[in-house]
């Protein structure tokens, strides 16, 4: 079975603080994702990856930024948390392949408190 | 990538047939329609997709009608661990990523 593991399920931070979410797959991948959900707002693209370090920026990409330097691992950097990015972070990969680009497999998630 | 409309929320008796539907009316010739579902605190997974054809697999079956404006996704036996946020998105291969809209609420009661 595919996996997608993400490291922290629960989070708490303080306003400021730099936060690092890591998400591992482990089924050779191509592409990596990362989106927010909140309520009433659904899941939002952050940024994916198709590549290692190759990024491109999702729907909202601002306060956030990613590092794929190896396949299998993307991360998520909040550079200075803020409390209006307290949400659900989920990490998603896929192959590129025709037709299987759009078959995503989720990790958990890691809900992130930002203080 | 075309945008998708769904109903807010469906109810469905457990046992019994559940079909989702979906409109995609500006869906283009290459773009093919997604399902996924999404149980309470966890992570979307997926269900199946289709470009033309109608499919099968062991969660479920997509029609797609002829003109392929507009998607059914068919839960045959719904169960109670059915009940979650079900969303149809509609993705061309040139894109790399899906966006989610709000999807409809499905609940299953015995």
């Known amino acids: 079975d595919v996996k997608v593991t993400q490291s922290s399920r629960y989070l708490v931070k303080r306003t400021g603080e730099k936060v690092f979410l890591e998400c591992v797959q482990d089924?050779?991948?191509?592409?990596m994702f990362w989106y927010r959900q909140d309520p009433g707002l659904g899941l939002r693209l952050i940024y994916f990856?198709?590549?290692?370090?190759?990024?491109e920026k999702g729907d909202i990409p601002e306060g956030y930024s990613v590092s794929r330097e190896k396949k299998e691992r993307f991360s998520l950097i909040l550079e200075s948390a803020s409390t209006n990015q307290t949400s659900m972070y989920l990490c998603?990969?896929?192959?590129?392949?025709?037709?299987?680009?759009?078959?995503?497999?989720f990790g958990e998630g890691s809900r992130l408190t930002v203080l | 990538d075309a945008k998708t409309t769904q109903p807010t929320s469906m109810d469905c008796a457990e046992g019994r047939a559940a079909n989702l539907p979906c409109n995609h009316s500006t869906i283009s010739g290459n773009e093919y329609v997604y399902w996924y579902r999404q149980i309470h605190s966890q992570g979307p997974q997926y269900i199946i997709h289709?470009?033309?054809n109608n499919e099968t697999n062991e969660m479920a079956s997509l029609i797609i009608t002829e003109d392929r404006k507009s998607s059914t996704l068919i839960l045959p036996h719904a169960t109670l661990r059915d009940t979650a946020v079900y969303y149809c998105i509609v993705k061309n291969q040139a894109g790399t990523a899906l966006i989610f809209g709000k999807g409809t609420t499905l609940s299953v009661s015995s």
């Open positions: 089924m050779d991948h191509e592409n």
């Open positions: 990856s198709y590549d290692v370090k190759m990024k």
């Open positions: 998603a990969s896929s192959f590129r392949g025709q037709a299987r680009t759009g078959e995503l497999f």
């Open positions: 289709g470009l033309k």
